[in-house]
């Protein structure tokens, strides 16, 4: 009797374990394809709809994504450089590395995952699947050691995606934000 008791309860305490276990692994799928911005709403002004556009393609062993970078580029504007990067598994369910391609010009912008040190001016650069948000994010920090973290959302909803975006700066705290909606190209 007592060995069934035991059982029983190392059984139960065991249950919730075993059913996140058995939980299917976060997916890009419902990322998958081409997607157009329909409306932004910005603090960093008057932003066109395009600029939110997203590409998400499988990609060997990961999946590729395309985008324009939100956060502020030199000229202090936003929505101008073109960004396409690739990640990887990394072994945590959901959470995805920077895969650089040798000699490419990303490969000098963004650290490889085995050395992306931000201390040493590298760009440190994730991504992560959580139920039916992707984030992508990409940190820096400065000579003087001030950090830059960009923050992209992409939330699944009934019509498409929602994005925000934010960026998060020594000097500003929380900075520009911006939110949009996209839905897939052809709708």
């Known amino acids: ?9 190392v059984a139960l305490l065991a249950w919730p374990s075993l059913a996140v276990l058995a939980a299917d692994p976060p997916s890009i799928e419902a990322f998958l394809g081409s997607w157009k911005g329909r409306k932004a709403s910005s603090a960093i002004g ?15 062993d990961g999946f590729r994504i395309s985008w324009f970078d939100l956060g502020a580029n030199s000229q202090g504007n ?3 450089d073109s960004i396409d990067v690739r990640f990887l598994p990394t072994g945590r369910a959901g959470v995805y590395e920077y895969a ?3 000699g490419s010009f990303l490969t000098r912008m963004f650290a490889s995952p085995a050395t992306g040190n931000p201390l ?12 039916p948000t992707l984030a992508v994010y990409s940190m820096k920090i400065d000579l003087n050691g001030d950090f830059d973290l960009d923050h992209y959302s992409w939330t699944q909803t009934e019509n498409g995606l ?6 998060r700066t020594e000097d500003l705290g929380m900075g ?8 897939a190209k052809g709708d």
């Open 1 to 9: 009797m007592r060995r069934m008791v035991l059982f029983l309860t």
């Open 46 to 60: 008057a932003l066109p709809p395009d600029a939110l556009s997203l590409e998400v393609q499988r990609d060997a």
């Open 78 to 80: 936003s929505g101008g």
């Open 100 to 102: 650089p391609k040798p």
């Open 120 to 131: 040493k001016g590298e760009t440190l650069l994730w991504a992560r699947i959580d139920g």
């Open 162 to 167: 929602q994005l925000i975006f934010s960026e």
């Open 176 to 183: 520009t934000k911006l939110e949009g909606e996209l839905v």
